[in-house]
């Protein structure tokens, strides 16, 4: 049996680089990154971290949901607001986005054939707020949707709901592959004939709660120079800086883009996937499973390594995880005779967790469609350990052909993006 193609035709963001395609897209041109301080970080003397990846415009730090501003055009029902995390009214809003990008309408996403896969940590912030009011003043002085808000299901929850959808819903919570997984075995739905449509939703808040134990982790940057706090493949790379944001994207079956007479971003080739089996938090230091990661993704294809002609690694800005990145990028490609360009997009967006994989995947869909290939941000000088690798670092002008993507999460969970250009 031939194996149906998919496609990406619609992308929502709600980013620190942009809340629309077209922001994200000057961002990314100009290599323009969304870092700032965090005010409840400047005078807390134990919170050493200096800078985060935020959201701008939106108003969510208040624990009442009542008190939260969204920017123009967007408004949520109070219904749908009540039982979302912070992150939740990002997601939301690029819902929205993308349902309005893909020209979708409700008849079209509201039924049996579409479907959503979501990736989410939950809400550390409402989960806290929420055990400490039931520990002061117990139970039934607690809101009814605090669970549904705050665990890590919180988006499917919640977007099912809001958005009426019928087909198969599921959250995944793989910590930084987390959308990658949801993409790929979205890209199955829908290969497989079960969906023609699937919704892929992620998000992640960025508050206090969310960001600092990642510092208590020893991974996150402590750096107020953005230059030198997010500069993934550079010497001097000391940590990553933490992301809020929200992104959601739309696949759909060829048969159900043809039917609409839509324009898609790119087309999803397939995906693969691979555990190191090797540490609860740092990656394989040669690299193993995301090597065996890309190796089947690039094979799924029925492709070689030398039809990948960009790869946006996910390169986080760690000492250890960008070198563990690069000698499984050396051994897939460089040993093989292939030499795709390769640039990490977190040098401006950060890292956004469970949100990473879908971000980056708009992106490459994004890169794709508007003829370019992002650049790698912040590097003085490139270490010794990529040697050989030809990470550019200004953004050009001229759109890959086939593109990869690549994700790695705690306890060495990899996931390899492949997507192509429909033209």
């Known amino acids: 049996m031939q194996r149906r193609k998919v496609y990406l035709t619609g992308v929502g ?5 942009g809340n629309s395609r077209s922001a994200v897209l000057d961002s990314l041109k100009g290599l323009r990154h969304g870092f700032a301080s965090y005010p409840p970080f400047e005078n807390d003397p134990k919170a050493d971290v200096k800078l985060v990846s935020a959201v701008k415009d939106f108003e969510l730090e208040s624990t009442d949901f009542e008190d939260w501003e969204l920017p123009p055009p967007y408004k949520i029902r109070r219904e749908y607001l009540r039982g979302l995390p912070p992150h939740g009214v990002y997601v939301h809003c690029a819902m929205q986005q993308a349902i309005e990008d893909a020209q979708l309408s409700e008849e079209e996403y509201s039924n049996i054939n579409t479907g959503i896969y979501t990736a989410s940590a ?18 039934m002085r607690c809101p ?71 510092a208590g982790m020893r991974a996150l940057s ?55 089996g090797y540490n609860v938090a740092i990656s394989h230091p040669e690299g193993v499973g995301l090597s065996r990661a890309m190796e089947l993704a690039i094979s799924s294809c029925g492709l070689v390594a030398s039809d990948i002609d960009y790869l946006n690694a996910h390169a986080t800005s760690t000492l250890i995880g960008d070198a563990s990145e690069g000698k499984a990028i050396k051994e897939v490609f460089i040993d093989k005779g292939a030499c795709p360009k390769v640039s990490s997009t977190k040098a401006i967006t950060g890292h956004g967790l469970s949100l990473a994989s879908a971000l980056e995947a708009g992106i490459v869909g994004l890169s794709i469609a508007e003829g370019i290939t992002p650049g790698s941000a912040h590097i003085n000088e490139v270490d010794p350990v990529f040697q050989g690798l030809d990470i550019i670092q200004k953004t050009e002008n001229q759109a890959p052909k086939i593109a990869m993507s690549n994700s790695s999460g705690f306890g060495g969970a990899n996931v390899s993006l492949i997507f192509k250009n429909p033209n």
């Not at 963001?13 to 680089?17: A, C, E, L």
């Not at 199955?188 to 992620?202: K, N, P, S, T, Y």
Request: proline residues 5%.
């Open 222 to 276: 402590l750096e107020g120079t953005p230059s030198r706090a997010s500069c993934p493949f550079d010497t001097k790379r000391n940590g990553f800086v933490s992301a809020g944001g929200g992104v959601v994207l739309v696949l759909e079956s060829e048969e159900e883009m043809m039917r609409r007479g839509a324009t898609p971003y790119a087309e999803l080739m397939g995906w693969g996937q691979s555990s190191d």
């Open 122 to 139: 939950g809400s550390p912030k409402s989960l806290y707020h929420n055990m400490n009011r039931m520990r002061q003043l117990g139970p």
């Open 13 to 17: 963001f709600i980013s620190s680089i």
């Open 144 to 214: 009814p949707t605090g669970i549904v808000s705050s665990i890590s299901g919180t988006l499917s929850f919640n977007l099912v709901a809001s958005f009426k959808i019928q087909g198969s819903s599921c959250g995944f919570s793989s910590a930084c592959a987390s959308s990658g997984h949801a993409i790929g075995f979205a890209y199955d739905e829908i290969v497989l004939g079960r969906q023609e449509r699937m919704f892929i939703a992620a998000g992640e808040d960025l508050n206090y709660e969310s960001v600092l134990p990642f």
